[in-house]
Nanobody, 126 residues
Framework: QVQLVESGGGLVQAGGSLRLSCAAS????????MGWFRQAPGKDREFVAF????????DYADSVKGRFTISRDTAKNTVTLQMNSLKPEDTAVYYC???????????????????WGQGTQVTVSS
């Protein structure tokens, strides 16, 4: 059974940094695309970043480019989202997701991902 478990959320001041981790288990992810999405209160879930497990190609939402970095550790089966220069508008619940062999533009669409973590809260104070 596939499990994605996020950790690393919390409260940080604007301009600060947080590092989110997603521990993946239950299958081989070599053909999967791993994504980070976020959902703020009253808003739709939105794409943040993705990384293809094989090859490591990445892409980001325009709103986080230059501030966030996604990476994966194939030995530990973890995906990390390093978030720098955080802004109050980054406040949301952040979700890790896994989808089979996704490429743009499908990799930016939440409904294309089959597996989801429970989410971790990120709050950025001004």
């Amino acid at each position: 059974q596939v499990q994605l478990v996020e950790s690393g959320g919390g409260l940080v001041q604007a301009g600060g940094s947080l590092r989110l981790s997603c521990a993946a288990s239950g299958r081989t992810f070599s053909t999967y695309t791993m994504g980070w999405f976020r959902q703020a209160p009253g808003k739709d879930r939105e794409f943040v970043a993705f990384i293809r497990w094989s090859g490591g190609s990445t892409d980001y939402a325009d709103s986080v480019k230059g501030r966030f970095t996604i990476s994966r550790d194939t030995a530990k089966n973890t995906v990390t989202l390093q978030m720098n220069s955080l802004k109050p508008e980054d406040t949301a619940v952040y979700y890790c997701a896994a989808g089979f062999s996704l490429s743009p533009p499908q990799a930016m669409r939440a409904q294309r991902y089959a597996y989801w973590g429970q989410g971790t809260q990120v709050t950025v104070s001004s």
